[in-house]
């Protein structure tokens, strides 16, 4: 049985392929039409799902998507009127997107795929619950999704057995926490999709100070359920979403381009601990209410690494698993499980182990790039390959590494990733400045052999999609030869680490990813350091994909050198 | 001799007016094709299902989907193959043989469409003899592919109006053209300068010698006019899956070897290509005439698109034939080359 799955129209527009119960590609458009959170047709991606199986249109048994558009449009509609005339030109505005692609799907599978046979609408919470509890390790687990709203869902909880899913209960728009991280996100001069996460490193730079004031805007009950004081925000008129009364308690909004000032810190910390802890609160009481040890988190809420850890660290599940791709790039896949496994009932064959779904390209492919291209480059086999490039990061050269097949979901997990030495005090400043072109305030991902993690920082588990943070522990140590003496940890990993000495961690196994495990190895045996800085290969622009698009990226970067495959490309020499 | 100055980037040699090399030694196509690929930005390249669109549009019209001109080639043979296994199309499959088509050519064909069980046309004649002939005696500069492409596209909108058959299978590759509907006018775009010199010496051959001959009376003048002749008759448009497909050569190679038994030919060239007898004769003309034949326009692209290497493209372009044999295939027209 082949199932295509599609999420799209409104950010992070994916597709996925499952044959016979086991994901076999999955990729995000933005990767191919390079428009940042692309909420197009993925075309592209549905073209390449498709032939990395060898299969065509006509070999899809079914097609699932990942929202009930129907449903989602009556609460827009249902939005429009209790608001207008307010609402009006939001209404003009986006009715004609409505009647045009959205709610006429099939037609478009018909037209763009030759695809006649049936489509699944699903939830859009069950798409996100199905994507991590139908993928996890678990035969029974609790599940939390959270995201910013579905159709009117914007926070759900409930239970997975085997191949089915069961929601106790559900939080309805406009009471979202992903809607007013949004919001505040908005007020502090940021944008909505790519700026949560930046609000989320500002926090770990402010003071909390403001708790109070959110406890106007938010009010939150013992079980963690909560609801939004409609006083604050506008909730369907377009534009801005927080209205006077909101300002008249955080103060001005800050432009975009103004200076970030404590009081944004402190802004965004008191969001972050007040969204931190309704979650505890809800993860505390689902524990209770189920009994079960094992918990599954989706929705793009739980791409928060803070809020992942602190569920971790503090709830009192056993086990936590988060899928990859938890925003709604993850909901395709969610989709396409929920039908093979809930509705067409066959049992579970697939665990999400590895993120590594997307396009890879041939030996032959880079070196025809790269000899067409007129570069000068030279191929090592793999054992040379991992020890030269450990060498190059040693000596404090950016690395531009390409490996592979590319990461589903917005991390880059050593397959398309810039790597660094962690021991580089300026590092940070030279990624943000020279290669990412991005705010100072930005930590960077940290990559790290999986059995030496607990000699550096306070995680006691796997983090192997990047989704947990860990504080890097105080021990006293011989400082390797760097500064010489005895030192703390923190001062052997100074370009790994935040303001508040954290590190967003990924958790590298030999049987994961091979190559890039024996890299950090060799990296290990030259500086005696496990880990290296991991930031996605990219530059203001989605993660690239192609030969062509890292190398145009190394060429316009301050990135050293560029690894393409077993190819090596150097600048300077 | 002063050695042949050819493109850095591609395999072009420089040929002035037609064809210069920059001060960067880049030739005149490459900068073209640079420059139109900076305002395309954004632009996507042909997708399969782009070519599912066009087959589920025009299928089931008649009693087959499509008529596939199959040459016994890997490009062919593999358009023939996917058409029937990967698209689940009714073909008719079509060979024509002006009589210099090679055994091993047909061998291919014959075991492919045995193989795939579809239904077959074979269609052999000698009305081109006297015409290749000519460009021989001559020794004109027209090229003696072009003139037999007109012939058999010609033929081809014929059987197409004639079993009303909406499209027509080709195995053409990207190295024609990478925009279908290029590619779908039968790939030549004769003003562009690379082709310019070629396609005037074959007007012009036309003009002389085949325009007044009341054997070739109604020989198409160019290709257009075939184009225009074929869409006053019957609609049907021309489509090759390799232009939507990201097999390599390498990977459809593999599959119809394993599936359909195809072989590549004992001699053959460009290396790795399966061709008629005269192509040799077309090609060492073209050669002489112009410094580079439509094989090497066609790599070039390849290696633009990043399809090949040019490492690839010039080990393959190596002219692996000598007059002996030209002169085997020759006699046949009568000639002989000294």
């Not at chain 1, 047709?41 to 498709?50: K, Q, V």
């Not at chain 1, 699932?64 to 030109?89: D, G, Q, T």
């Not at chain 1, 000699?455 to 890097?472: A, N, R």
Request: hydrophobic fraction near 35%; glycine fraction near 6%.
């Amino acid at each position: 049985m082949t199932i295509l799955g599609i999420s799209c129209y409104y950010h992070d527009s994916s597709a996925c392929l499952i044959k016979d119960g086991k994901l076999v590609a999955a990729v995000q458009e933005e990767r191919f039409d390079r428009n940042k959170y692309s909420s197009a047709f993925p075309i592209n991606s549905i073209n390449y799902c498709l032939q990395s199986a060898n299969l065509t249109s006509y070999d899809i048994d079914y097609v699932a998507f990942y929202e009930k558009p129907f449903l989602k449009f009556e609460r827009i509609i249902l939005n429009h009127l209790r608001s207008y005339p307010f609402s009006l030109k939001n209404f003009l505005d986006t009715t004609p997107h409505w009647l045009k692609d959205r709610l006429i799907l099939p037609l478009t599978l018909k037209e763009e795929l030759g695809f006649k046979g049936d489509v699944f609408f699903i939830k859009h919470h069950l798409a996100h619950a199905a994507s991590t509890f139908l993928t996890s390790p678990f035969d029974k687990a609790a599940i939390l999704t959270v995201d910013g709203v579905g159709e009117w869902a914007t926070t759900t909880y409930g239970t997975g057995k085997d191949n089915k899913i069961n929601v106790l209960k559900e939080i309805k728009y406009p009471n979202s926490l992903g809607l007013l991280y949004s919001i505040v996100t908005t007020y502090l001069g940021f944008r909505v999709f790519s700026g949560e996460g930046k609000v989320m490193a500002l926090a770990e730079t402010g003071d909390p100070k403001y708790l109070d004031k959110f406890k106007k805007i938010i009010s939150i009950k013992d079980d963690g359920s909560f609801r939004l004081n409609k006083k604050y925000f506008y909730f369907n008129k377009g534009g801005r979403m927080y209205n006077n009364n909101f300002i008249k308690l955080f103060g001005d909004p800050r432009r975009e381009k103004e200076d970030i000032k404590d009081r944004h810190r402190d802004v965004a910390a008191s969001l972050q601990k007040t969204v931190e802890d309704i979650i505890l609160k809800m993860v505390k009481h689902i524990h209770k209410e189920t009994g079960l040890d094992n918990l599954c988190l989706a929705g793009g809420v739980f791409l928060n690494v803070t809020t992942n850890t602190r569920i971790v660290k503090e709830s009192f599940f056993k086990n936590v698993f988060i899928q990859p791709a938890a925003g709604d790039n993850g909901s395709a896949l969610g989709a396409a499980f929920y039908v093979y496994n809930s509705l067409k009932n066959q049992p579970r064959k697939h665990v999400m182990k590895n993120a590594c779904l997307g396009p890879e390209y041939s030996d032959k492919k880079i070196k025809i790039f790269l000899s067409n291209k007129g570069v000068k480059f030279k191929r090592l086999e793999n054992d040379e390959l991992t020890k030269y490039v450990a060498k190059k990061i040693s000596q404090d050269k950016i690395v531009g590494w390409f490996q592979g097949r590319m990461e589903f979901g917005p991390r880059a997990l050593g397959n398309r990733s810039i790597l660094a030495n962690p021991g580089n005090p300026k590092i940070k400043d030279i990624l943000n400045k020279k290669v990412k072109h991005r705010e100072s305030f930005r930590p960077f991902a940290i990559s790290i052999l999986r059995e030496d993690l607990n000699d550096f920082f306070d995680l006691e588990i796997d983090s192997p999609f990047m989704l947990l943070v860990g504080k890097v522990k105080k021990d006293e140590v011989n400082s390797g030869g760097r500064e010489g003496g005895l030192g703390q940890k923190k001062e052997l990993i100074p370009g790994a680490l935040h303001t508040n000495n954290t590190s967003r961690i990924q958790t590298v196994k030999k049987e994961d990813n091979e190559l890039y495990y024996n890299l950090i190895k060799e990296f290990k045996n030259i500086t005696d350091l496990p880990l290296v800085i991991n930031t996605s290969f990219n530059d203001q622009e989605p993660i690239v994909c192609t030969p062509e698009e890292a190398y145009n990226c190394f060429a316009r970067t301050k990135i050293d050198v560029l690894v393409l495959g077993n190819y090596i490309v150097e600048k300077y020499v | 001799m002063e050695e042949k100055k050819i493109c850095k980037k591609c395999i072009l040699p420089e040929t002035r007016p037609d064809i210069w090399l920059n001060e960067e030694g880049v030739c005149s196509v490459c900068v073209v094709y640079e420059n139109e690929k900076k305002f395309s930005k954004g632009e996507k390249g042909a997708l399969e299902t782009d070519f599912i669109k066009i087959l589920e549009k025009n299928k089931g019209k008649g009693e087959y989907d499509c008529l596939v001109m199959c040459s016994g080639g890997k490009d062919s043979t593999s358009a023939l193959y996917y058409i029937k296994e990967r698209y689940k199309l009714n073909p008719l499959a079509f060979t024509f043989d002006h009589g210099f088509e090679t055994s091993d050519a047909l061998e291919n064909v014959n075991k492919a469409v045995d193989k795939l069980g579809v239904d077959f046309l074979f269609f052999k004649s000698s009305f081109m003899k006297d015409m290749f002939a000519k460009i021989l005696k001559t020794r004109s500069k027209a090229v003696i592919c072009h003139l037999c492409s007109m012939w058999y596209m010609d033929l081809t909108y014929k059987i197409a109006a004639k079993y009303n058959v909406p499209i027509i299978i080709a195995g053409w590759t990207k190295g024609q053209s990478v925009k279908q509907p290029v590619m779908s006018k039968c790939a030549c775009k004769s003003d562009s300068p690379e082709y310019a010199s070629m396609a005037k010496a074959t007007k012009d051959f036309i003009e002389e010698h085949v325009k007044n001959d009341p054997k070739y009376k109604g020989f198409p003048q160019n290709m257009e006019e075939v184009l225009k002749k074929a869409k006053k008759r019957h609609k049907s448009m021309v489509v090759s899956p390799h232009w939507f497909l990201p097999i390599d050569a390498d990977a459809y190679v593999e599959t119809i070897k394993k599936e359909l038994d195809w072989k590549y030919p004992e001699l053959s060239y460009p290396a790795k290509t399966t061709n008629c007898e005269l192509n040799f004769i077309s090609v060492y003309n073209s050669k002489k005439h112009y410094g580079y034949t439509h094989y090497d326009l066609e790599m070039s692209r390849l290696i633009r698109e990043g399809i090949i290497s040019r490492e690839e493209a010039l080990r393959d372009l190596e002219i692996n034939f000598d007059k002996d044999l030209l002169n085997v295939i020759a006699k046949k027209l009568g000639y002989k080359f000294e």
